[in-house]
Each structure stands twice: as C-alpha cells, then as structure tokens.
C-alpha cells in the first residue's frame, strides 16, 4: 500500500519567515492533497496537485508536485500566527474514493 | 451551503460499551469516507460507503462497521469499546467522482 512520508514532523518559525512542508510518496503519485488541521478539529482543504509539474497558490500557500520524484512540498511565505497548525497530505487509496495521509506536519508560529 | 456534520462532537464511553457516530454529508454528496485520528498512528482510513453500500475498507477488526442511509448519512459503529479505541474519529464526503474530500469537525472519543 501507499505510504506518505512528510518532513519534517514539525517546525517552529518566527513570524515573516518562509518555510517549506514535503512530502514523499512510496508510489507514483496520481493526485496529492493539501489540508490543514487546528488541533482536535476538521480537516480544512488547502488544494489538490494532479499533474506532474503542476504549482497552485493559495493567498501565501503555494503547493507543487513534483511526479518523477514522487514528492510534493508545501511553501509558505512570510509566515503568520494563523499558519500554525497541523499539515496533512494526502493521496488516493489504490482502490479509490478515500486517501491515504502522511503523519502530519506540526507549524508553531512565534512572534 | 452547508458543511459536514459530525455528531456529537465530544463522548466519553467505558470500557466494553459500544458507541454510534453520525455524519451528514454535504448535500448532493453521495460518498462518505470515515478515519480515526491517534497521535501514535496519525490519519488511518476506517471505510467508504456509497449508495448506501460499503466500496472500500481499511485495515480495522470487526468492532468497526458502519452503514449509510438512503439521504446519505452515515454512521459508525464501535462495540466493546478498548482503551485503544480513544481517538478523533473524522468523516468525510465527496462526489460520486470521489474527488474533492469535504470533512468535517470531528468526534472526540474518549473510553475510560
């Protein structure tokens, strides 16, 4: 089965840094998603990569995927206290309609 | 519209009890998928139910089971609750393409 491994497992950034999420797949990667969690809450959708190349942003999120590396990172620029969190990425299961995620990465946002 | 809707948000159950989970899907949504949240072992896929049938499982014991109603909604079900079995239980709905996972808040169960 797929497995999604992300670095790092968590990051403490001062406020108006940049800093990049990753996360690798064990398998080619046909779709990954994005989300984010505050703690002991939902899943908020940040956005879907399905292409090999393919770059989205998202007011100072930006997601790429790169297919021949099986990776996708997740940058974001001049880090606020509202980008702490937990960052997911996810991937279809092989026989469909539900993800597998990796661990998580954990953002704690100093001023 | 309206999101997904978990109920209740917060259970707390003992040992050996059995606990039922719900969740309304967005409306138009026909897929339900449901995970357990632990710190040890993150996101794990728990099934997917879609027209009231269940497409897809993940590697839980039997204690699991759900099931889907013909509006959609959706429950899970854990008998003989294990100290284990503490966890956020999410759930989340999809078209029936499956693309575009909308969850919800979530269900914090606690067995004592």
């Known amino acids: 089965s797929q497995e999604l491994e992300q670095s790092p497992q968590s990051l403490i950034v001062q406020e108006g840094k940049n800093l990049t999420i990753n996360c690798t797949s064990s398998k080619t990667l046909y779709g990954l998603y994005w989300y984010k969690q505050k703690y002991g809450e939902g899943l908020i959708f940040l956005m879907m990569l399905q292409k090999g190349g393919e770059e989205k942003s998202h007011e100072k999120i930006t997601a790429k995927l790169d297919e021949k590396k099986q990776q996708s990172s997740l940058h974001i620029t001049a880090s606020q206290p509202s980008h702490a969190g937990i960052y997911l990425c996810?991937?279809?299961?092989?026989?469909?309609?539900?993800?597998?995620f990796g661990k998580g990465t954990s953002l704690l946002v100093t001023p | 519209k309206a999101g997904v809707t978990q109920t209740p948000r917060y259970l707390i159950k003992t040992r050996g009890q059995q606990v039922t989970l719900s969740c309304s899907p967005i409306s138009g949504h026909r897929s339900v998928s449901w995970y357990q949240q632990t710190p040890g072992q993150g996101l794990q896929f728990l099934f997917e139910y879609f027209s009231e049938t269940q497409r897809n499982k993940g590697n839980f014991p039997g204690r699991f089971s759900g099931r889907q109603f013909s509006n959609s909604r959706s429950e899970m079900n854990v008998s003989t609750l294990e100290l284990g079995d503490s966890a956020l239980y999410l759930c989340a709905s999809s078209l029936e393409s499956g693309r575009g996972y909308t969850f919800g808040s979530g269900t914090r169960l606690t067995v004592v």
């Open positions: 996810g991937a279809d299961r092989d026989s469909g309609y539900a993800l597998n």
